[in-house]
């Protein structure tokens, strides 16, 4: 019995080995199947997703921010300008014009023209002067309408006011461009104020100036065109899809999707060749509600530029209130009074501001500027000197409404070069739609000229021509504009 008893149980143990043995073989085979499928399936992820470069690393968010290439595109940027005819300067400083900007644009367009405006008013009917001027604005939207027949040209437009001229649009619209009015008034109570082109998702204009004949020959202006950049261009069209959207549903997502996103803002710019020369590089935007996740708000911008200045600030704008300008109740608003205060204080930082004096100019806007001017005191090295920037008109010109002005919306320090489209007072960066273009070349050991230093360049000749005032706290400004 004992015997017996011992075989089966010795015959049991075999057989549960064995089944032990079968099981574990089976496992085996079932792991390197699983291991072989994930090691497929991140085969085909890495071929399929971009690459990162480790200086792109998203910023935290609940959302999860698309991947993105790195940038080797031979991207040319270029600053271009507007001279109003009978503005001369004695300096050798000069840019390509954004008429020419616009041509080689419209020239280049192969499948796209995508538009982000505030209104458009590219003949002079709405002025009626018959002025002979006009003939630069009435060519690109000629040319524009020949392009909206053959390609895919889109418009977001802030939603005209029943007395503002629609005729260019109602062109446009008839000639195959698609239009989209944001009805930015319910939306924020504010305007589109922005002013930018991406062509063909490559190709890139943003600066001040508005798709107005004015723009082109009678009013300064400043922008900067980039070629070449996909990478940036796409960047760039992520806010004007922003637009276009709004323009739809003419309600602001929160938060918004994700297709929205970027990884490149103030803390993780895009780094890219401009011009063969290294470069950080982003764009901002405003309002705070209109960014995605990642934007940098068009304000944080600014301020980030100021904090970063080691030697010089210079700004030309053509307003500058630290108050809410258009808001009922009045407000004060002083971040970027307050931001020029404390970094001309505490670090020494000089500071320059070219403000514009014309015809509309608000009379409260010069006791601010008295009291910026104040802050100037050479033997405590406290330097912030302000002047007004006067464009000269003869009497015709001077019958032409809202011309005759320095539009420019800019700021350049020792490290950065800031290019936007709106005014520096509260509403604009609160309420109104809004981008900039923020540019970083201080790793350059090229001997061509970085942006920086071409856009330094323009203020001073700007700062130190026969149409620029210094404004002191003797300064009789009523009757200067």
């Not at 003939?135 to 889109?154: H, P």
């Not at 001309?344 to 006791?367: D, G, H, N």
């Not at 010109?397 to 011309?403: C, L, R, T, V």
Request: net charge neutral; with cysteine.
């Amino acid at each position: 019995m004992d015997i017996t008893y011992n075989k089966l149980v010795d015959g049991e143990w075999r057989r549960q080995d064995d089944r032990k043995a079968h099981l574990y073989s089976r496992c085996v085979v079932a792991l390197a199947t699983v291991a072989t499928v994930l090691l497929a399936a991140m085969a085909v992820y890495n071929l399929l997703t971009p690459r990162v470069s480790s200086s792109h690393t998203a910023p935290s968010s609940s959302i999860r921010l698309p991947q993105a290439e790195s940038c080797y595109d031979p991207c040319e940027i270029v600053l271009v300008e507007s001279i109003p005819e009978g503005l001369e300067f004695n300096s050798s400083t000069t840019h390509p014009s954004i008429f020419q900007a616009w041509l080689n644009l419209v020239s280049e367009a192969r499948s796209s023209v995508d538009i982000a405006s505030f209104y458009w008013t590219l003949t002079n009917k709405d002025t009626g002067t018959h002025e002979p001027t006009a003939n630069q604005g009435e060519t690109i939207l000629k040319k524009l309408a020949e392009l909206s027949g053959k390609l895919s040209v889109r418009i977001a437009v802030n939603r005209p006011q029943e007395s503002q001229p629609q005729d260019d649009l109602r062109l446009l619209n008839d000639s195959g461009a698609d239009i989209r009015t944001v009805n930015m008034r319910d939306l924020t109570s504010g305007v589109l104020h922005t002013k930018f082109w991406v062509v063909d998702k490559k190709h890139i204009y943003i600066g001040s100036a508005n798709m107005d004949w004015r723009s082109l020959t009678q009013v300064k202006e400043l922008g900067v065109v980039v070629y070449n950049c996909s990478c940036l261009a796409a960047d760039l069209g992520k806010i004007f899809e922003a637009y276009w959207f709004l323009g739809e549903s003419q309600k602001i997502p929160s938060p918004w999707p994700s297709s929205f996103s970027t990884l490149y803002n103030k803390d993780t710019p895009l780094q890219l060749p401009l011009n063969n020369t290294p470069s950080n590089v982003y764009l901002s935007s405003s309002p705070p509600s209109f960014c995605a996740a990642g934007r940098t708000p068009d304000i944080q911008s600014i301020l980030s530029v100021m904090e970063d200045a080691q030697s010089f600030i210079y700004i030309a704008v053509m307003n500058y209130l630290p108050t809410m300008e258009f808001s009922h109740p009045k407000r004060y608003w002083a971040d970027i009074d307050t931001q020029l205060r404390r970094v001309a204080y505490e670090r020494r930082v000089k500071v320059r501001l070219l403000i514009s004096c014309w015809a509309s100019t608000q009379p409260v806007m010069f006791p601010f500027l008295k009291s910026l001017a104040s802050v100037y005191d050479p033997m405590n090295k406290l330097d912030i000197q302000v002047r007004l920037f006067v464009v000269p008109a003869n009497p015709k010109q001077k019958e032409i409404p809202f011309a005759r002005v320095n539009h420019n919306k800019y700021m350049v320090t020792d490290k950065i070069a800031y290019i936007g489209t709106s005014n520096w007072s509260g509403d604009y960066f609160v309420n109104t739609a809004g981008s900039a273009l923020v540019v970083n070349q201080t790793a350059s050991r090229s001997s061509d000229p970085t942006v920086q230093s071409q856009l330094k360049a323009v203020f001073e000749r700007d700062w130190s021509s026969d149409y620029s005032t210094p404004v002191t706290q003797n300064s009789n400004l009523k009757d200067f504009c």
